[in-house]
């Protein structure tokens, strides 16, 4: 099914479940992200420290985000001290070179912890063990630099809960199957392809989904991202939840100084979609499947993944991204539906803790 950007008008967006704050408030509020490198633990075990870092540590600096494997290919994260419910959005980009791929199930608060499900797949479908990175991130208020929006979206195209760091209403438009068009109101570069997308699927009841970036437009300072959700077992579209966000220049999980290491790029673009936070525009390398972030690898790292194009084909991290002399190495896999390697277009964004 076609489906243009020129064709579909915005929506009403749906109300904002995340309370008020003034418009001084900083974003994120609360946020976190971690790499689980060992998914078959069944205790409770500390995520890798040079992995993990979030809002926990301005006021409990010594505890630590760590996981449990709760069933094949299930796996709990939980954040320490920072939770805020079903608040928020989170990004899952699977770690493997044989095409696996991961979901968010639910996120929520644990007492005073916040605590992401995640569910990963092996090609067609089935449940398996898999790294992966994970962030989670909750944001109110407005900002005047850069731009963050996110929402995340009910299989039938309502928002259940969005932001915007301007104040704006984003919104979606849904045209079955499995196609969504969100509109970020108002946060991007004018009359120009700018920043980055992130997008995830979420699946409640565990069933395998993907989701992607299917095509991006701009309309003045908006952002217009239609996303495409597939079947795994098949290929084919169907409905799906999902969370999407957009940051320019901002981190993925939207705060800034700190962070100034971080950088994103889309692959097939250049111009303000290729962005360092030290540098400026167009200073991160990209050699097909590899990007290389010029000094960003300072601290806590962080790295999430999403595919770009209309086919069934999907992206994540091949292996843990490197350290070459302050230089990030993000290395990217994609695979088609069966789980054959490809190349394909993709958004990657990379952040450090500082």
């Known amino acids: 099914m076609r489906i243009t950007l020129a064709a579909v008008t915005a929506m009403a967006a749906a109300v904002l479940l995340v309370p008020a704050a003034p418009a001084s408030a900083a974003t994120p509020d609360r946020w976190g992200f971690a790499f689980v490198k060992d998914p078959t633990t069944v205790a409770w075990t500390p995520l890798p420290a040079a992995y993990q870092y979030g809002s926990w540590m301005t006021f409990a600096p010594g505890l630590q985000a760590d996981g449990i494997k709760i069933a094949t290919g299930r796996f709990l994260v939980r954040f320490p001290q920072i939770g805020a419910g079903s608040r928020g959005v989170p990004h899952v980009t699977a770690v493997s070179a044989d095409g696996r791929f991961c979901e968010a199930v639910r ?47 009910n299989s039938l195209g309502a928002i259940v809960q969005q932001y915007n760091s301007t104040g704006s209403a984003n919104s979606v438009t849904p045209s079955s199957p499995g196609y969504y068009q969100v509109r ?39 952002v217009i991202a239609v996303v495409a ?25 939207a705060a800034l100084s700190p962070p100034k290491y971080f950088g994103y790029v889309a692959s097939w673009a250049a111009g303000q979609t290729n962005f360092n936070g030290i540098y400026g525009f167009g200073a991160n390398g990209i050699g097909g ?41 993000v290395t990217v896999a994609c695979f088609t539906n069966a789980g054959a390697p490809v190349d394909l277009p993709y958004l990657s964004t990379f952040s450090s803790s500082v």
């Open 107 to 153: 996120w929520y608060g644990s007492g005073a912890d916040q605590i992401v499900e995640v569910q990963c797949f092996k090609p067609g479908g089935g449940p398996i063990d898999s790294q992966f990175t994970v962030l989670w991130t909750v944001s109110s208020g407005t900002t005047p630099a850069g731009g963050y929006a996110s929402v995340q979206v």
């Open 184 to 222: 970020f109101k108002s946060v991007g570069a004018l009359g120009v392809q700018s920043g980055n997308l992130q997008v995830t699927a979420v699946q409640p009841n565990a069933q395998p989904r993907r989701c992607k970036v299917a095509r991006w437009g701009w309309s003045g300072t908006d």
């Open 229 to 253: 959700c597939f079947n795994p077992a098949t290929g084919a579209l169907m409905d799906s939840e999902f969370t999407a966000s957009f940051h320019r220049e901002r981190s993925v999980y």
């Open 289 to 329: 499947p590899v990007v290389k972030y010029p000094d960003l690898h300072q601290k806590q790292t962080h790295a999430q993944v999403t595919a770009f194009g209309d086919t069934s084909g999907y992206c994540g991290l091949k292996d843990l991204w490197l350290d070459a002399g302050g230089t990030a190495v």
